[in-house]
């Protein structure tokens, strides 16, 4: 008997998939923004897009594939283009970090020692200019970025790299910035906005339709053919397309992915619709293993005293004194060192993981998070 999965790491959140369905068109408008570049690329100006919508719906992995396509253009033309790409959630640091990660994806044999964040910049620019290289940069998860820091100049430097050597061409012909929402834009100053431009691309959330292609098209290299259906892959869709989970494609996966070991573990030949139920039931559309994975030790600790304090108190919300307790306790069990939670709740309010109304008063954001609580701890104990 085959087994239930063909290839189960085709359901994991780093596999970028080979085709994208409904985000062709998407797809060809970005290329097409900057396809004059392909052909006259010194001529062809600085140029900022902005791509906004929910989560799991497509951004990051359609821009990826955009510029990918744009590179191969650049090399029918014999022209070199570079991507750079940059999670700013996963990336973090300050600007002058997220300047020295260009740097080495960009230039990597250029020195970024000792150099100002400025000063970066210019080099890089130059580097390219001196090898005849161009560059797509992309800024993913701004707006991330923007809230949890006080710095947004990192705005203002990428709109204006043409700026810096105003009678060369710039070499770097786009920058791409994604978020969710334009929330962020309260938090940047008039000469920012202006040169971001206002006007994103607006990713829609996929329909029932839409999602039940894109699950079947990556359930046929995940499973075996006989081991889904397009009963639960229908299924599926609709809890994805409910509004607890919002369209998040990320979390149809997951409960595609869990569904599947479940079906493994109890040895049916294929999975269920019972099965799929206990495990939508069970894990949170809150929280997914990619955003488990992102979470430092110090976070994943954090969140565990957060859960941990809620049930001994069995209360919606718990104060910071009772979290600090149990976190003091877990570093105990784990033989790790005591720390500082509250340095830690505003990245995990930020990832909207948890709720603080105050000190006084600090909850979960999803309930089903609290069944999390060994995932978690299986996080953490690995390191
Ligand atoms: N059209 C599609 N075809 C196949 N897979 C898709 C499609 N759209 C999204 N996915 C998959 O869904 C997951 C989420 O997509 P992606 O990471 O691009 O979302 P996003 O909009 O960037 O979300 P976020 O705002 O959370 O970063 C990925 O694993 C991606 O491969
Ligand atoms: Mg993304």
């Not at 306790?329 to 990245?347: C, R, T, Y």
């Amino acid at each position: 008997m085959p087994g239930i999965f063909r290839d189960r790491t085709k359901l994991s959140p780093r596999y970028v998939p080979e085709e994208l369905p409904h985000r062709q068109q998407q797809i060809q408008q970005i290329v097409h923004v900057f396809s004059e570049a392909a052909t006259d690329p010194d001529r062809f100006p600085l140029t900022i897009l902005q791509v906004v919508g929910n989560a799991g719906i497509g951004k990051s992995t359609t821009v990826i594939k955009s510029a990918k396509a744009l590179e191969d253009r650049f090399a029918q033309n014999h022209l070199a283009l570079k991507t750079a790409y940059i999670n700013l959630k996963l990336q973090g640091g300050n600007k002058f970090a997220i300047y020295r990660f260009l740097l080495e994806r960009l230039a990597p044999d250029l020195p970024s020692q000792g150099l100002s964040a400025e000063e970066m910049l210019r080099y890089l620019l130059r580097y390219l200019r001196d090898n005849k290289q161009y560059a797509l940069i992309i800024m993913d998860e701004i707006d991330y970025l923007i809230k949890t820091s006080k710095d947004s100049s990192i705005i203002y430097d990428l709109t204006r790299l043409n700026e810096f050597e105003p009678d060369k061409p710039c070499n770097i012909k786009g920058v791409i910035f994604i978020c969710r929402s334009t929330d962020f834009y309260s938090r940047l100053d008039p000469a920012e906005l202006s040169t971001l431009g206002r006007v994103p691309m607006e990713f829609q959330p996929y329909s029932l339709e839409q999602v039940s292609d894109i699950l079947s098209s990556r359930c046929k290299q995940a499973f075996n053919s006989r081991a889904i259906g397009s009963d639960v892959i229908d299924q599926v869709a609709r809890i994805t397309i409910s509004p607890q989970v919002n369209g998040d494609v990320r979390y149809a996966l997951d409960l595609l992915l869990y569904a599947g070991n479940l079906a493994e573990s109890q040895g049916t030949e294929h999975v269920t619709l019972d099965q799929v139920r206990k495990v939508h039931g069970q894990t949170s559309p809150s929280i997914t293993t990619e955003e488990i994975e992102q979470l430092s030790r110090n976070q994943l600790v954090s969140l565990v005293a957060v859960v941990r304090a809620l049930k001994s108190r069995k209360k919606q919300y718990v104060e910071l004194k009772d979290i600090r307790l149990h976190a003091a306790e877990l570093a105990e069990q784990l033989g790790i060192k005591k720390m500082e939670v509250e340095d830690h709740l505003d990245e995990l309010k930020v990832r909207k993981l948890i709720e603080v109304r105050s000190f006084k008063e600090i909850g979960l954001h999803g309930a089903a998070l609290s069944e999390l609580e060994p995932i978690l701890m299986n996080k953490v104990k690995q390191g």
